[in-house]
Protein backbone atom coordinates (compact mmCIF):
# COMPACT_ATOMS: atom_id res chain seq x y z
CA UNK A 1 0.00 0.00 0.00
CA UNK A 2 1.30 3.30 -0.99
CA UNK A 3 1.92 5.93 1.77
CA UNK A 4 1.67 9.70 0.53
CA UNK A 5 3.50 12.29 2.97
CA UNK A 6 0.71 14.89 2.48
CA UNK A 7 -2.46 12.71 3.25
CA UNK A 8 -2.60 12.50 7.20
CA UNK A 9 -4.23 9.06 7.15
CA UNK A 10 -1.60 6.49 8.00
CA UNK A 11 -1.23 2.87 6.78
CA UNK A 12 -3.02 1.36 9.82
CA UNK A 13 -5.61 4.24 9.33
CA UNK A 14 -6.23 3.08 5.81
CA UNK A 15 -6.50 -0.38 6.24
CA UNK A 16 -9.26 -0.21 9.10
CA UNK A 17 -11.28 1.80 6.03
CA UNK A 18 -10.24 -1.18 3.31
CA UNK A 19 -11.65 -3.39 6.49
CA UNK A 20 -14.99 -2.34 6.56
CA UNK A 21 -15.48 -1.82 3.20
CA UNK A 22 -14.54 -5.40 2.59
CA UNK A 23 -12.31 -4.61 -0.26
CA UNK A 24 -8.48 -5.32 0.09
CA UNK A 25 -7.05 -2.58 -2.15
CA UNK A 26 -7.93 1.14 -2.72
CA UNK A 27 -8.01 0.79 -6.68
CA UNK A 28 -10.91 -1.26 -5.97
CA UNK A 29 -13.48 1.74 -5.13
CA UNK A 30 -12.56 3.04 -8.90
CA UNK A 31 -14.28 -0.10 -10.44
CA UNK A 32 -17.12 1.41 -11.71
CA UNK A 33 -14.70 3.45 -14.61
CA UNK A 34 -14.41 1.52 -17.16
CA UNK A 35 -11.32 -0.04 -17.90
CA UNK A 36 -10.99 1.67 -21.19
CA UNK A 37 -10.64 5.36 -19.66
CA UNK A 38 -8.97 4.60 -17.08
CA UNK A 39 -4.81 5.72 -17.06
CA UNK A 40 -2.80 3.22 -16.74
CA UNK A 41 0.68 5.26 -16.49
CA UNK A 42 2.04 7.38 -14.03
CA UNK A 43 1.10 11.03 -14.10
CA UNK A 44 3.63 12.97 -16.34
CA UNK A 45 4.95 15.19 -13.91
CA UNK A 46 9.09 16.38 -13.10
CA UNK A 47 10.12 14.39 -9.97
CA UNK A 48 10.36 15.47 -6.06
CA UNK A 49 12.41 18.19 -5.34
CA UNK A 50 13.92 18.97 -2.20
CA UNK A 51 13.14 22.33 0.40
CA UNK A 52 16.20 23.61 -1.11
CA UNK A 53 15.84 22.55 -4.61
CA UNK A 54 12.13 23.37 -4.51
CA UNK A 55 12.90 27.18 -3.28
CA UNK A 56 15.71 27.41 -5.61
CA UNK A 57 13.48 26.64 -8.14
CA UNK A 58 10.55 29.07 -6.90
CA UNK A 59 13.04 31.85 -6.80
CA UNK A 60 14.55 31.15 -9.85
CA UNK A 61 10.71 31.42 -11.49
CA UNK A 62 9.92 34.32 -9.82
CA UNK A 63 12.69 36.24 -11.07
CA UNK A 64 11.48 36.03 -14.32
CA UNK A 65 8.44 37.99 -13.68
CA UNK A 66 8.89 42.21 -13.50
CA UNK A 67 7.47 43.92 -10.81
CA UNK A 68 7.07 48.38 -11.01
CA UNK A 69 10.14 48.55 -9.37
CA UNK A 70 12.00 47.69 -11.99
CA UNK A 71 9.81 48.92 -14.45
CA UNK A 72 8.07 51.64 -15.34
CA UNK A 73 4.75 51.25 -16.49
CA UNK A 74 1.99 53.06 -19.08
CA UNK A 75 -0.04 50.05 -18.89
CA UNK A 76 -3.87 50.56 -17.97
CA UNK A 77 -6.54 48.82 -19.58
CA UNK A 78 -8.39 48.10 -16.82
CA UNK A 79 -5.59 47.64 -13.80
CA UNK A 80 -4.10 50.50 -12.77
CA UNK A 81 -0.91 51.48 -10.50
CA UNK A 82 -1.67 54.11 -8.02
CA UNK A 83 -0.11 54.69 -4.75
CA UNK A 84 -1.90 52.51 -1.88
CA UNK A 85 -1.58 54.80 1.56
CA UNK A 86 0.48 52.89 4.24
CA UNK A 87 -2.92 53.39 6.42
CA UNK A 88 -5.02 50.97 3.85
CA UNK A 89 -2.64 48.01 4.67
CA UNK A 90 -2.39 48.69 8.61
CA UNK A 91 -6.44 48.69 8.35
CA UNK A 92 -7.26 45.70 6.66
CA UNK A 93 -4.26 43.88 8.27
CA UNK A 94 -6.11 44.10 11.85
CA UNK A 95 -7.40 40.29 12.76
CA UNK A 96 -11.25 41.74 13.37
CA UNK A 97 -11.20 42.27 9.43
CA UNK A 98 -8.71 40.26 8.19
CA UNK A 99 -10.28 36.61 9.08
CA UNK A 100 -13.86 38.00 9.13
CA UNK A 101 -16.39 36.30 6.61
CA UNK A 102 -20.12 37.20 5.93
CA UNK A 103 -21.86 38.96 8.53
CA UNK A 104 -25.10 36.52 9.21
CA UNK A 105 -25.06 37.90 12.95
CA UNK A 106 -25.52 41.38 13.39
CA UNK A 107 -25.34 40.99 17.69
CA UNK A 108 -21.28 39.54 16.53
CA UNK A 109 -20.63 41.80 13.29
CA UNK A 110 -21.38 45.04 13.84
CA UNK A 111 -17.73 46.45 13.41
CA UNK A 112 -17.72 45.01 9.54
CA UNK A 113 -21.32 45.65 9.25
CA UNK A 114 -20.80 49.24 9.86
CA UNK A 115 -17.20 49.36 7.57
CA UNK A 116 -19.88 47.94 4.77
CA UNK A 117 -22.55 50.61 5.19
CA UNK A 118 -19.99 53.43 4.81
CA UNK A 119 -18.68 51.44 1.99
CA UNK A 120 -22.05 51.44 0.66
CA UNK A 121 -22.52 55.49 1.39
CA UNK A 122 -19.46 56.46 0.19
CA UNK A 123 -19.42 54.96 -3.37
CA UNK A 124 -23.30 56.60 -3.59
CA UNK A 125 -21.77 59.60 -3.01
CA UNK A 126 -19.09 58.82 -5.33
CA UNK A 127 -21.46 57.77 -8.12
CA UNK A 128 -24.09 60.01 -7.71
CA UNK A 129 -26.53 57.14 -7.40
CA UNK A 130 -29.43 56.40 -4.33
CA UNK A 131 -28.04 53.04 -2.94
CA UNK A 132 -25.13 50.45 -3.97
CA UNK A 133 -24.77 47.11 -3.03
CA UNK A 134 -21.39 45.10 -1.02
CA UNK A 135 -20.33 44.14 -3.57
CA UNK A 136 -19.26 42.30 -6.78
CA UNK A 137 -16.46 39.69 -7.62
CA UNK A 138 -14.77 42.63 -9.91
CA UNK A 139 -15.72 45.19 -12.87
CA UNK A 140 -16.64 42.71 -15.53
CA UNK A 141 -19.18 40.82 -13.06
CA UNK A 142 -20.81 43.81 -12.28
CA UNK A 143 -21.52 44.24 -15.90
CA UNK A 144 -22.56 41.08 -16.36
CA UNK A 145 -24.97 41.34 -13.26
CA UNK A 146 -26.11 45.05 -14.10
CA UNK A 147 -26.99 43.90 -17.53
CA UNK A 148 -28.97 41.44 -16.20
CA UNK A 149 -30.96 43.95 -13.96
CA UNK A 150 -31.62 45.80 -17.08
CA UNK A 151 -33.38 42.91 -18.45
CA UNK A 152 -35.09 41.74 -15.49
CA UNK A 153 -36.50 45.04 -14.72
CA UNK A 154 -37.85 45.97 -18.30
CA UNK A 155 -38.62 42.11 -19.07
CA UNK A 156 -36.43 42.62 -22.33
CA UNK A 157 -34.39 40.54 -23.32
CA UNK A 158 -31.91 42.80 -25.54
CA UNK A 159 -28.89 44.56 -24.66
CA UNK A 160 -27.19 47.48 -27.01
CA UNK A 161 -22.92 47.57 -25.37
CA UNK A 162 -21.04 49.86 -26.98
CA UNK A 163 -18.20 48.62 -28.67
CA UNK A 164 -15.88 51.26 -26.70
CA UNK A 165 -16.76 49.22 -23.77
CA UNK A 166 -13.39 47.16 -21.79
CA UNK A 167 -13.14 43.96 -24.49
CA UNK A 168 -13.14 41.77 -21.68
CA UNK A 169 -15.87 42.71 -20.18
CA UNK A 170 -17.89 42.22 -23.27
CA UNK A 171 -16.46 38.94 -23.23
CA UNK A 172 -18.00 38.01 -19.62
CA UNK A 173 -21.28 40.29 -20.71
CA UNK A 174 -21.76 37.89 -23.50
CA UNK A 175 -21.28 34.49 -21.33
CA UNK A 176 -24.17 36.01 -18.64
CA UNK A 177 -26.51 36.93 -21.49
CA UNK A 178 -25.83 33.60 -23.25
CA UNK A 179 -26.92 31.35 -20.03
CA UNK A 180 -30.34 33.51 -19.87
CA UNK A 181 -31.08 33.91 -23.99
CA UNK A 182 -30.46 37.73 -23.78
CA UNK A 183 -29.30 38.79 -26.94
CA UNK A 184 -26.50 41.36 -26.65
CA UNK A 185 -25.65 44.01 -29.68
CA UNK A 186 -22.21 45.91 -30.16
CA UNK A 187 -22.61 49.21 -31.25
CA UNK A 188 -19.87 50.92 -33.32
CA UNK A 189 -17.43 53.99 -32.48
CA UNK A 190 -16.16 57.31 -34.30
CA UNK A 191 -13.82 58.93 -33.36
CA UNK A 192 -12.89 56.92 -30.48
CA UNK A 193 -16.83 57.50 -28.50
CA UNK A 194 -19.85 55.43 -29.04
CA UNK A 195 -21.57 56.17 -32.27
CA UNK A 196 -24.57 58.12 -31.53
CA UNK A 197 -26.08 57.67 -35.03
CA UNK A 198 -25.81 54.60 -34.49
CA UNK A 199 -27.30 53.68 -31.23
CA UNK A 200 -30.46 55.35 -32.37
CA UNK A 201 -30.78 53.45 -35.17
CA UNK A 202 -30.62 50.48 -33.14
CA UNK A 203 -32.98 51.61 -30.11
CA UNK A 204 -36.46 49.88 -30.31
CA UNK A 205 -38.96 48.24 -27.58
CA UNK A 206 -36.84 45.33 -27.18
CA UNK A 207 -33.74 46.84 -26.15
CA UNK A 208 -33.60 46.45 -22.37
CA UNK A 209 -30.63 48.58 -21.77
CA UNK A 210 -27.61 50.34 -23.36
CA UNK A 211 -24.55 49.74 -21.85
CA UNK A 212 -21.27 52.11 -22.06
CA UNK A 213 -18.18 52.99 -20.30
CA UNK A 214 -17.12 56.30 -19.05
CA UNK A 215 -13.90 56.96 -19.16
CA UNK A 216 -14.10 54.39 -22.17
CA UNK A 217 -12.03 52.07 -23.00
CA UNK A 218 -9.79 54.46 -25.34
CA UNK A 219 -9.85 56.94 -22.24
CA UNK A 220 -11.92 59.15 -24.18
CA UNK A 221 -15.09 60.24 -22.51
CA UNK A 222 -18.59 59.62 -23.32
CA UNK A 223 -21.33 61.81 -24.10
CA UNK A 224 -23.47 60.41 -20.87
CA UNK A 225 -26.26 62.53 -21.17
CA UNK A 226 -27.16 61.70 -24.83
CA UNK A 227 -26.70 58.23 -24.28
CA UNK A 228 -29.66 58.40 -21.51
CA UNK A 229 -31.61 60.36 -23.14
CA UNK A 230 -31.90 57.47 -26.36
CA UNK A 231 -31.77 55.42 -23.99
CA UNK A 232 -34.72 56.25 -22.01
CA UNK A 233 -36.81 57.73 -24.48
CA UNK A 234 -36.69 54.00 -26.08
CA UNK A 235 -37.51 52.27 -22.30
CA UNK A 236 -34.71 51.14 -21.83
CA UNK A 237 -32.13 51.52 -18.68
CA UNK A 238 -28.63 52.95 -19.07
CA UNK A 239 -26.04 51.20 -17.19
CA UNK A 240 -22.50 53.26 -16.57
CA UNK A 241 -19.12 51.39 -16.52
CA UNK A 242 -17.04 53.82 -14.84
CA UNK A 243 -13.32 54.38 -13.36
CA UNK A 244 -13.56 55.58 -9.77
CA UNK A 245 -10.66 57.80 -9.49
CA UNK A 246 -12.17 59.71 -12.82
CA UNK A 247 -15.19 60.78 -10.66
CA UNK A 248 -12.71 62.77 -8.61
CA UNK A 249 -12.91 65.34 -11.54
CA UNK A 250 -15.86 64.12 -13.53
CA UNK A 251 -19.41 64.52 -12.96
CA UNK A 252 -20.61 61.45 -11.38
CA UNK A 253 -22.28 59.65 -14.32
CA UNK A 254 -26.05 59.54 -11.82
CA UNK A 255 -26.06 63.55 -12.61
CA UNK A 256 -26.08 62.35 -15.97
CA UNK A 257 -28.79 60.09 -16.39
CA UNK A 258 -26.85 56.69 -15.56
CA UNK A 259 -29.64 54.08 -13.96
CA UNK A 260 -27.21 51.92 -12.68
CA UNK A 261 -23.08 52.14 -12.34
CA UNK A 262 -20.63 49.82 -11.86
CA UNK A 263 -16.92 49.96 -11.65
CA UNK A 264 -13.71 48.00 -10.69
CA UNK A 265 -12.83 49.08 -7.56
CA UNK A 266 -9.04 47.88 -7.77
CA UNK A 267 -7.57 51.71 -8.04
CA UNK A 268 -9.25 52.48 -4.31
CA UNK A 269 -6.52 51.69 -2.25
CA UNK A 270 -6.25 47.49 -3.93
CA UNK A 271 -3.00 46.71 -5.60
CA UNK A 272 -3.10 45.28 -8.60
CA UNK A 273 -1.80 41.38 -7.66
CA UNK A 274 -1.17 39.87 -10.15
CA UNK A 275 -5.32 40.25 -10.97
CA UNK A 276 -7.23 39.97 -8.14
CA UNK A 277 -8.71 39.32 -5.94
CA UNK A 278 -10.45 42.73 -6.89
CA UNK A 279 -13.72 44.78 -5.98
CA UNK A 280 -16.44 44.61 -8.08
CA UNK A 281 -18.80 48.23 -7.06
CA UNK A 282 -22.33 48.21 -8.03
CA UNK A 283 -24.81 51.15 -7.32
CA UNK A 284 -27.97 52.05 -8.60
CA UNK A 285 -31.26 54.20 -8.27
CA UNK A 286 -33.88 53.62 -5.76
CA UNK A 287 -36.27 52.35 -7.85
CA UNK A 288 -33.70 49.24 -8.68
CA UNK A 289 -33.04 48.17 -5.10
CA UNK A 290 -34.62 45.07 -4.88
CA UNK A 291 -33.37 43.89 -8.25
CA UNK A 292 -29.73 44.30 -7.15
CA UNK A 293 -27.39 41.10 -7.15
CA UNK A 294 -26.07 40.55 -3.67
CA UNK A 295 -26.60 42.01 -0.59
CA UNK A 296 -27.28 45.27 1.24
CA UNK A 297 -26.69 46.33 4.48
CA UNK A 298 -28.68 49.24 6.51
CA UNK A 299 -28.88 51.08 9.24
CA UNK A 300 -31.31 51.01 12.04
CA UNK A 301 -31.83 51.04 15.64
CA UNK A 302 -32.24 48.56 18.76
CA UNK A 303 -34.96 48.49 21.29
CA UNK A 304 -32.56 50.75 23.60
CA UNK A 305 -33.00 53.07 20.40
CA UNK A 306 -29.06 52.29 19.93
CA UNK A 307 -27.49 52.82 15.72
CA UNK A 308 -27.28 49.28 14.86
CA UNK A 309 -26.42 47.51 11.51
CA UNK A 310 -28.43 45.23 9.83
CA UNK A 311 -28.26 43.20 6.59
CA UNK A 312 -31.67 44.62 5.10
CA UNK A 313 -31.64 43.35 1.36
CA UNK A 314 -30.03 39.76 0.53
CA UNK A 315 -31.73 38.44 -2.27
CA UNK A 316 -29.45 35.63 -3.27
CA UNK A 317 -29.75 31.95 -3.54
CA UNK A 318 -28.27 30.93 -0.16
CA UNK A 319 -31.24 32.82 1.57
CA UNK A 320 -34.22 32.53 -0.92
CA UNK A 321 -35.63 30.04 -3.17
CA UNK A 322 -32.57 29.28 -6.06
CA UNK A 323 -35.23 30.74 -8.55
CA UNK A 324 -35.91 33.53 -7.44
CA UNK A 325 -32.74 34.91 -6.52
CA UNK A 326 -31.09 37.38 -8.36
CA UNK A 327 -27.81 36.70 -8.73
CA UNK A 328 -25.53 33.43 -8.44
CA UNK A 329 -22.85 35.46 -6.55
CA UNK A 330 -22.54 34.09 -3.45
CA UNK A 331 -19.91 36.40 -1.44
CA UNK A 332 -18.86 39.84 -1.09
CA UNK A 333 -15.37 41.52 -1.53
CA UNK A 334 -15.70 42.45 2.31
CA UNK A 335 -11.84 42.45 2.67
CA UNK A 336 -11.53 44.64 -0.64
CA UNK A 337 -14.47 46.92 -0.29
CA UNK A 338 -12.40 47.42 3.64
CA UNK A 339 -9.47 48.73 1.08
CA UNK A 340 -11.70 51.05 -0.42
CA UNK A 341 -13.37 52.48 2.37
CA UNK A 342 -10.21 53.25 3.92
CA UNK A 343 -8.76 54.75 1.03
CA UNK A 344 -11.85 57.21 0.21
CA UNK A 345 -11.91 58.25 3.75
CA UNK A 346 -8.13 59.07 4.38
CA UNK A 347 -8.03 61.07 0.94
CA UNK A 348 -11.51 62.62 1.29
CA UNK A 349 -13.29 64.67 -1.85
CA UNK A 350 -10.32 67.26 -1.88
CA UNK A 351 -7.38 64.11 -1.75
CA UNK A 352 -9.83 62.36 -4.56
CA UNK A 353 -9.77 65.82 -6.47
CA UNK A 354 -5.92 66.09 -6.49
CA UNK A 355 -5.71 62.72 -7.51
CA UNK A 356 -7.89 62.77 -10.08
CA UNK A 357 -6.23 66.33 -11.28
CA UNK A 358 -2.45 64.86 -10.88
CA UNK A 359 -3.94 61.93 -13.24
CA UNK A 360 -5.31 64.18 -16.02
CA UNK A 361 -2.74 66.75 -16.17
CA UNK A 362 0.37 64.56 -16.59
CA UNK A 363 -1.67 61.92 -18.80
CA UNK A 364 -1.68 65.36 -20.82
CA UNK A 365 1.64 66.05 -20.68
CA UNK A 366 2.97 62.69 -22.14
CA UNK A 367 -0.29 63.06 -24.84
CA UNK A 368 1.09 66.45 -25.97
CA UNK A 369 5.16 65.32 -25.77
CA UNK A 370 4.18 62.42 -27.68
CA UNK A 371 2.63 64.09 -30.41
CA UNK A 372 5.66 65.98 -31.19
CA UNK A 373 7.68 63.15 -31.89
CA UNK A 374 7.18 62.37 -35.97
CA UNK A 375 5.28 59.02 -36.92
CA UNK A 376 3.00 59.33 -33.70
CA UNK A 377 -0.11 61.31 -33.78
CA UNK A 378 -3.35 61.01 -31.06
CA UNK A 379 -5.95 58.44 -33.03
CA UNK A 380 -8.90 60.44 -31.28
CA UNK A 381 -9.63 64.19 -30.56
CA UNK A 382 -12.27 63.23 -27.92
CA UNK A 383 -11.24 64.78 -24.83
CA UNK A 384 -10.05 62.11 -22.55
CA UNK A 385 -8.84 61.76 -18.83
CA UNK A 386 -5.79 59.49 -17.88
CA UNK A 387 -5.05 56.89 -20.89
CA UNK A 388 -5.26 58.08 -24.42
CA UNK A 389 -4.58 56.02 -27.84
CA UNK A 390 -1.54 57.12 -30.37
CA UNK A 391 -1.20 55.40 -33.34
CA UNK A 392 2.78 54.69 -34.61
CA UNK A 393 2.58 54.50 -38.62
CA UNK A 394 4.20 50.79 -37.91
CA UNK A 395 3.18 47.21 -35.62
CA UNK A 396 3.03 48.29 -32.23
CA UNK A 397 4.11 45.01 -30.90
CA UNK A 398 7.98 45.59 -32.17
CA UNK A 399 8.31 49.03 -30.51
CA UNK A 400 6.95 48.17 -27.24
CA UNK A 401 8.94 44.96 -26.91
CA UNK A 402 12.40 47.53 -27.87
CA UNK A 403 10.82 49.43 -25.13
CA UNK A 404 10.28 46.76 -22.36
CA UNK A 405 13.75 46.03 -23.09
CA UNK A 406 14.79 49.77 -22.18
CA UNK A 407 12.90 49.45 -18.75
CA UNK A 408 9.33 50.63 -20.05
CA UNK A 409 5.73 48.67 -20.06
CA UNK A 410 4.55 50.83 -23.20
CA UNK A 411 0.56 50.37 -22.95
CA UNK A 412 -1.32 47.66 -24.50
CA UNK A 413 -1.80 47.18 -27.72
CA UNK A 414 -5.01 47.35 -29.35
CA UNK A 415 -4.64 45.29 -32.72
CA UNK A 416 -5.68 41.92 -30.57
CA UNK A 417 -8.97 43.70 -29.71
CA UNK A 418 -10.00 45.70 -33.09
CA UNK A 419 -9.51 45.80 -36.85
CA UNK A 420 -7.16 48.02 -38.36
CA UNK A 421 -5.32 48.90 -34.71
CA UNK A 422 -1.63 46.97 -35.09
CA UNK A 423 -0.24 50.44 -34.79
CA UNK A 424 -2.08 51.44 -31.88
CA UNK A 425 -1.21 51.61 -28.22
CA UNK A 426 -3.71 52.23 -25.07
CA UNK A 427 -1.29 54.78 -22.57
CA UNK A 428 -1.93 55.21 -19.35
CA UNK A 429 -0.81 57.85 -17.12
CA UNK A 430 -1.13 57.94 -13.04
CA UNK A 431 0.24 60.12 -10.66
CA UNK A 432 2.77 57.26 -9.86
CA UNK A 433 4.46 59.20 -13.21
CA UNK A 434 7.18 61.71 -13.00
CA UNK A 435 8.09 64.46 -15.50
CA UNK A 436 11.64 62.42 -15.76
CA UNK A 437 9.96 59.00 -16.56
CA UNK A 438 8.18 60.29 -19.43
CA UNK A 439 10.48 62.49 -20.45
CA UNK A 440 13.08 59.93 -20.97
CA UNK A 441 10.33 56.97 -22.82
CA UNK A 442 9.48 59.61 -25.30
CA UNK A 443 13.35 60.24 -26.40
CA UNK A 444 13.73 56.51 -26.37
CA UNK A 445 10.90 56.07 -28.47
CA UNK A 446 11.70 58.32 -30.38
CA UNK A 447 15.25 56.91 -31.45
CA UNK A 448 13.72 53.42 -31.94
CA UNK A 449 11.26 55.13 -34.55
Given at each position: MKTFSYIPH??????KMLDFLALTDVSQLFEDIPDAIRMKREL???????????????RNLANRNLDFGQVVSFLGAGSYEHYQPS???????????YTSYTPYQPEISQGM?????EYQTMISELTGMDLANASMYDGPT????????????TRRNKLLVASTMHPEYRAVLATYAFGQSVEVVEVGHADGVLDLQALKSQLDSSVAGVLVQYPNFFGSIEDLEAIGQLAHDAGALMAVNTYPISLGLLKPPGELGADIVIAEGQSLGNSMSFGGPYLGIMAAKKDLMRRLPGRIVGQTTDHEGRRGFVLTLQAREQHIRREKATSNICSNQALNALA????LSYLGREGMRELASQNYHKAHYLAERLSAVKGVRLAFASPFFNEFVVRLGKPAAPVQEQLLAKGYLFGLGLGRFYMGMDDAVLLNVTEMRTREEMDAMVADLEAIL
Open positions: TGSDRQDLPAAMSEVELTRHMAVDAIIGRSEFLQAIFALGEAGMVCCAHATVF
